[in-house]
């Protein structure tokens, strides 16, 4: 069964440096999202992109934030320069149409500041 | 936010039926509920997914209310596999940017 695959499973970053969230999204799909979960808190949604577009953002989704299709297959996640409370567990996901549809989720990326 | 209100926590014994309760009494016409679970910090999972009529697949039930202001997903055999949180969702089914909005959801823990 295809599956959305996330690397690193866990990344360890001091304050201040860039990270980049690595994602494999299933390959038909279409559609893919960034959420986030801090420890203990509810799934956050970050971004959602299509046709190379982001097409929507939260809140959280600040400048710091980008997202990147490089090529047909990886779906990035950069944090230019993190914080303390971007330690979180990161969540790729993908679907293949919009409307009526599920999402797949990665197994994440757990992002630890320090 | 989310328009979803979910009891925190439940218990179930292993092989009985595992009924989750969600109010959504402000959902929209356009408004369908999913239901997606959470296996110990994994990633969510959908499960299944209805607008007014009951719905049923290989992982569960979906059952809504006439006035779809609530509903409930009942899993009909559960197991100590199924412990993890589960979340209910309403969702447009116009929402072009696709976003999930999760709530707290409810925690099941299946006992043997």
């Known amino acids: 069964e295809p599956e959305v695959t996330q690397t690193p499973s866990h990344q360890v970053t001091q304050m201040g440096q860039e990270v980049i969230l690595r994602c494999v999204p299933i390959?038909?799909?279409?559609?893919f999202y960034w959420y986030r979960q801090i420890l203990g808190q509810k799934v956050e949604f970050l971004v959602s992109?299509?046709?190379?577009?982001?097409?929507?953002k939260s809140e959280i989704f600040d400048d710091q934030f980008s997202v990147e299709r490089p090529d047909g297959s990886n779906f990035t996640l950069k944090i230019r320069s993190t914080k303390l409370e971007d330690s979180a567990m990161y969540f790729c996901?993908?679907?293949?149409?919009?409307?009526?549809?599920?999402?797949?989720f990665g197994p994440g990326t757990r992002l630890t500041v320090t | 936010d989310a328009k979803t209100t979910q009891p925190p926590s439940m218990d179930c014994a292993e092989g009985r039926a595992a009924n989750l309760p969600c109010n959504h009494s402000?959902?929209?016409?356009?408004?369908?509920v999913y239901w997606y679970r959470q296996i110990h910090s994994q990633g969510p999972q959908y499960i299944i997914h209805?607008?007014?009529n009951n719905e049923t697949n290989e992982m569960a039930s979906l059952i809504i209310t006439e006035d779809r202001k609530s509903s409930t997903l009942i899993l009909p055999h559960a197991t100590l596999r199924d412990t993890a949180v589960y979340y209910c969702?309403?969702?447009?089914?116009?929402?072009?940017?696709?976003?999930?909005?999760f709530g707290q959801g409810t925690e099941l823990s299946v006992k043997p």
């Open positions: 996901a993908s679907s293949d149409r919009v409307g009526l549809y599920e999402q797949y």
């Open positions: 390959s038909n799909h279409l559609y």
């Open positions: 992109f299509y046709n190379n577009e982001i097409s929507e």
């Open positions: 402000t959902i929209s016409g356009n408004e369908y």
């Open positions: 209805g607008l007014k």
């Open positions: 969702i309403v969702r447009d089914h116009y929402n072009q940017g696709g976003k999930l909005i």
